[in-house]
């Protein structure tokens, strides 16, 4: 029996208890890293931070602060998962590293629960089960700037503020599960960022309702620089840590992650599924040793001489590619439109920004459109996607903090079109 086919057997109780002991040891260490006093205060500041994009909470409130915001929002999602029993399947492992992701530069403690609210009361009243609607609920939070701008930054009284926040909050992640289902035919699956494309719509009718009333909506530039080395190291410790994971599981791995790399990526891909679990956390590590390769190039050869060091933002883009990289994404359907977003970066007049950066690691949301329709299609896609990304934040007003994935779903819906309209069996081409 192979040893990763002993470990699935381990007792669950052993599993919570390590990943309770290792949030413990982690807060303790947080505790050590600043002052309390100071600590508590900074990690306040992202609690009342207007939070919409983009908000570098590392340059609000430096690195000890974020880690505590990120840890308790990682606990309060993972307690939600427990009490639903709900597996840790490639979707939800996906999702975890996408929140962890955007707690850099977004997500905090308090402004996705009245999104998490909204889509638990549609179950509920419509009788569904919840464990169904997992990954709506998980990535809603994706709009947790609605809440805080509402509360902290439109300029109400507090008290009025946070009521508007929270039941905006609410009722945004009621409509949010059904508007998701219906959205995902627009692009066809080819887009892993759906939730971010459903998401960006609801986004910018607010904002057309926002700036009818004439309530200014601020675009935030706030970036840290300071901690580049720490993130850097962060991403090799854990690329490597699940890499050797997946071989100490499974040391003869290389036959199931050839499916894995055969694999369009198209939604919904789960790689522990196609493949199995330990070839899955493998192309994890492959794609954040890709990823980190990316930042290291970035940082000597970006064009305009734009000096590229990792931010929050940025830091969290890398997370979310290895956390999507059991779930559609792999080398070879990622490369082309990484190429794609470098190409568009070094022809077009496009000034370069830490946005470009950014969304240069999100165009990989793109992979499925490599996947199905070839390096060439892959190419188009990285390469329109860049231009149209900062279009799309305009348009959402910096609410979605999955602006790629707004922009993405654009993108795909008319490369996938014109590449389906040129096969010869474009009657076949199956739908959502």
């Not at 009818?212 to 080395?229: A, Q, R, V």
Request: hydrophobic residues 55%.
């Amino acid at each position: 029996m192979h040893i990763w086919k002993v470990g699935v057997c381990l007792n669950k109780k052993t599993l919570w208890l390590t990943i309770y002991f290792s949030f413990i040891v982690s807060f303790i260490v947080i505790l050590l890293l600043e002052p309390i006093g100071d600590l508590f205060h900074n990690y306040f500041l992202i609690l009342k931070s207007p939070s919409v994009l983009l908000t570098d909470y590392l340059s609000i409130a430096g690195l000890p602060a974020t880690l505590l915001n990120v840890l308790i929002t990682l606990i309060v999602n993972v307690i939600i998962i427990k009490a639903l029993k709900q597996k840790f399947s490639s979707s939800v492992i996906m999702s975890l590293f996408t929140i962890v992701g955007f707690s850099f530069f977004g997500k905090n403690s308090f402004n996705f629960i009245p999104l998490y609210l909204g889509v638990y009361l549609y179950t509920k009243i419509h009788r569904l089960d919840m464990r169904d609607h997992i990954l709506v609920l998980l990535l809603s939070s994706g709009l947790a700037p609605v809440v805080s701008f509402f509360s902290f930054g439109a300029g109400f009284h507090l008290a009025v503020g946070l009521i508007l926040g929270i039941l905006i909050g609410i009722l945004i992640g009621y409509i949010l599960p059904i508007f998701n289902k219906h959205s995902l035919k627009f692009h066809q699956g080819y887009s892993l960022y759906a939730t971010g494309f459903s998401m960006g719509v609801l986004s910018m009718v607010l904002t057309g309702v926002l700036k009818s009333f004439h309530i200014p909506i601020t675009i935030y530039n706030e970036i840290s620089y300071d901690y580049h080395y720490f993130l850097l190291f962060t991403i090799l410790i854990l690329s490597l840590f699940l890499i050797i994971l997946a071989l100490i599981l499974k040391p003869n791995l290389f036959s199931d992650y050839k499916k894995i790399i055969k694999s369009s990526g198209r939604l919904q891909s789960d790689f522990f599924k196609i493949s199995s679990t330990p070839a899955g956390l493998f192309n994890m590590g492959i794609m954040g040793l890709i990823s980190l390769l990316l930042c290291l190039g970035l940082q000597y050869f970006t064009p305009d001489h734009f000096y590229f060091r990792l931010s929050g933002p940025s830091f969290g883009a890398i997370l979310t590619i290895i956390g999507f990289s059991c779930f559609g994404k792999h080398p070879l359907n990622t490369l082309p439109v990484i190429i794609g977003g470098l190409i568009s970066m070094y022809l077009t007049p496009v000034e370069v920004t830490d946005g470009t950066i950014i969304a240069l690691f999100f165009v990989t949301g793109l992979a499925p459109i490599t996947g199905k329709f070839g390096i060439f299609a892959g190419l188009l896609a990285g390469f329109f996607h860049l231009m149209i990304t900062p279009l799309a934040l305009d348009f959402q007003g910096g609410f979605d903090l999955y602006n790629n994935g707004f922009a993405a779903g654009f993108v795909a819906s008319i490369i996938s079109s014109i590449f389906i309209a040129l096969k010869k069996d474009v009657l076949k081409e199956e739908v959502f």
